[in-house]
């Protein structure tokens, strides 16, 4: 492939990176569109993966003929394949669409855009809680390495790794909901309400990444602190707080990001499934009505903005890890 | 020979691993005010860590298993590996100015320009004033002298040196070394100097220190260790050394 | 192995298995992770003889009831006892958990190996592939395709078989092309040595203990997302018991007979817990 050809070349360069510094954003950038190419032909494909006829699906078995041929017709299933592939494409590009919600009628664009703001606070909170628990708790674990501190924030991991997110998500509804009554048992809320809902949905998915993300940055954290340049700082007499926190908490922020940003496409999976457990009025219950109803432009349509999300998403986040540190630029 | 207290003064250091492995074993050295000594030795002697250990500064899977250490002074270290000994996230002018605030009573403003002279002292290009850079832009014998003027914003007694031009191609060692000399006679600290190269050793310093296997071989003035030497070892690493015409090898 | 590629070959560590044994033995987290599962795994085989009850069998006058000297865990909302369920449970989500990972496990590997070893298009495609998958959110795409290929068993066979080969194929490839880079291997190549004899038997072998370990933590997610399924109400149907499902049905009931939910998710964080030890074990093993 031309475009491998082209990575492979970009070798390492040495201490001035003056020549050519935009060289591994086009790169990233082609590496990027490709991947979203290949996902729009894959969601185009979902509904013909489907055993069976998606129209009698809809309509049921004992539809009459007039009706198979107007849903047909208005799926666009008369056309050919490349019609069809086309008519999706531009469908996409100019109007944001992927077709008309077969029970609602209206175009799944507009239903995507009316579920979406709730899901992506609901995301960004989870992001921050993430981060800023994930930074906290290695940080404690670094420096009290082998301590027990450390030791039973290493657990976590391990101890984590068979918990459902929903099953989390109603042990917390228990404590917090139920028994303590700080917050309400579910729903979305109104205005600064919704901000105040979404808080324990939040919590349980940035739970789901803690851990990881924890042993992650612990040990680069780790690793960062029995660096030379720390060496040198301790010896040339700066106060070790000082160190902590501007020096090396800097350094390991930027291997944080990049862990968020492959993070951010598990997250986004989470939300959907708690969506169900605190009954948020977001993509997810838009997600679960469609699939029952077996509306696949919706359907399609959900994947494909979720899916071009991430990628949009992972791709600014290697922005600016490259930026603000140039020695994570990836090489292929 | 002055009759001074020595300004540093380690007495039978003893440093391990966590599991009890020797690492270094029972080192006593001193250095005067103003005296240079050249602490010289292959890989894995014990050298870098005896040094670290004045410092106080040991990895975190080492420890000091018995001895003491006395500094009538303030210390000051510059490391092997220039470019890995400055953080990355940070400006030079500005990583500097932060030593140069933490370390002499002045505020932040004045401690940017001290940190900029300090910098020009030391040869760096006077653009920096104007613009700062990143230690990936630099090469490393300009990083090395960020170090060093890191290393001297302490005003220190003492200077430790750890292998501070082995990093360096063979041209920009000399100049290096040469700067570090100069600063020497205008300073007047003491300084610990430590080599694999016994040339470099030779000529820095007045006095010499070798080191086998966490152990101290031959210690003694420079002349002394070098033109008479009494251990096997010390004689074994003057034969690795092209001859100097101005010394008497005892060919065995 | 023929006396050539003795030759070229680097000395290993040889493992051999009474050695493997002995090591297991002395390594805490894979005795502890191994009993864990030994004693989930015996009495799931063994649940028709440690269950008192059938799990099946309803008496709805004996409904919510809460744990007795009869009922050790409890009965749910149909009257069932719970601890009948939860060991039946068992049966079903480890079975399903283990079937449904071998074709991703075979897959992924050798897809790993592929990519990592002959490089250059080869492994552009496949990480193009796996990129374009890794772009959908996992529980998106696994929600999906479970239900469009029809729910229940079936479906989360087939979706694992899509989706679950991505994580070993990523690893493995890693692996796979720092192999490829000794310097024996090119010897070897230009003696005649066939890339197909190389990969299968001095690759696979090396990159066996690595996949091995992904398998462990890896079954765990899959039974998590087992169990997601159940509670969403896409994966394994009843009446046959799963955990997932039952958490579901006890979640109305969740403010007074808590257990209902909470015991089938201790199951799974149980099971979470064996398997993470056995593979942080086998990591310790291998890495002598």
Known sequence: ?332 | MKAVDPILKVENLSLTTIDHKPLVNDVSLSVGSGESLGLVGESGSGKSLTLRSILGLLPSSIRQAGGKITANGKCAMVFQDPIGSLDPLSPIVSQLAEVVYYNQNVSRKAARTIAVDLLQMLGLPESLKHKDRYPRQLSGGQCQRVVIAMALARKPDILLCDEPTTALDVTVQKQILDTITNLQKELGFAMVFVTHNLAVASAMCGRLCVMKEGRIVEQGDTMQVVGHSKDPYTRMLIDAVLPLPSLERRAE | MNHMEAALQPLHAGTKKNSFIRKALRTPTFLCGSIMMAILVFMAVFAPYLTPYDPSQLDLSAALQPPSSEHWLGTDQLGRDLFSRLIYAARTDLKVMVLAEIIPFILGVFIGMAAGYFGKWVNSLIMLTTDTFIAFPFYLIVIIIAFVSGTGEQGIYITFMLVGWIVYARVIRGLSSTFRKQEWIASAKMLGLSDVRIILKHLLPNVLPQAVIVLMTDMALLLVAIVTLGYLGIGIAPPTPDWGTMIFDGQPFITTKWWLSAMPGLAVVYTGIALSLIGDGLADIWRR
């Open chain 1, 1 to 332: 492939m031309q475009t491998n050809k082209m990575l492979g070349s970009s070798a390492k360069q040495p201490a001035a990176n003056i020549i050519l510094p935009y060289k591994w954003l086009v790169l990233a950038l082609l590496r990027a569109a490709l991947v979203v190419i290949c996902v729009i032909v894959a969601v185009f494909f979902l509904i013909r993966l489907v055993p069976g006829d998606p129209v009698k699906m809809i309509l049921g078995e004992y539809a009459s003929p007039e009706a198979i041929e107007k849903m047909r017709h208005q799926l666009g299933l008369d056309l050919s394949l490349w019609e069809q592939f086309t008519r999706f494409v531009t469908n996409f590009f100019t109007r944001g669409d992927t077709g008309s919600s077969i029970i609602f009628g209206t175009s799944s664009r507009d239903l995507i855009i009316d579920r979406a703001p709730v899901t992506l606070l609901l995301v960004v909170m989870a992001s921050l809680i993430a981060i800023v628990f994930s930074l906290v708790l290695a940080a404690i674990a670094a420096t009290h390495k082998d301590g027990l501190l450390d030791h039973l924030i290493r657990i976590l991991p391990s101890i984590s790794l068979g918990m459902p997110i929903f099953w989390v998500g109603l042990l917390l509804i228990i404590i917090f909901s139920v028994y303590l009554k700080w917050f309400p048992v579910g729903g979305t809320g109104e205005g600064w309400g919704m901000l105040y809902s979404l808080i324990l949905p939040a919590i349980t998915v940035a739970l789901s990444q803690i851990p990881s993300l924890v042993r992650s940055l612990r040990a680069q954290i780790l690793e960062v602190l029995e660096a030379d340049f720390v060496v040198t700082l301790r010896a040339a007499g700066i106060p070790p707080r000082v160190i902590l926190f501007k020096h090396v908490l800097r350094n390991s922020s930027i291997p944080a990001l990049m862990l968020l940003g492959v993070n951010v496409a598990y997250m986004m999976g989470g939300t959907l499934v708690i969506e169900q457990v605190f009954d948020i009025r977001g993509i997810g219950s838009l997600l679960f009505t469609a699939i029952s109803n077996r509306d696949f432009p919706v359907i399609q349509g959900i994947a494909l903005y979720c899916a071009i999300a991430v990628v949009i998403i992972s791709f600014l986040i290697e922005m600016i890890s490259g930026y603000l540190d140039p020695r994570t630029k990836r090489e292929r």
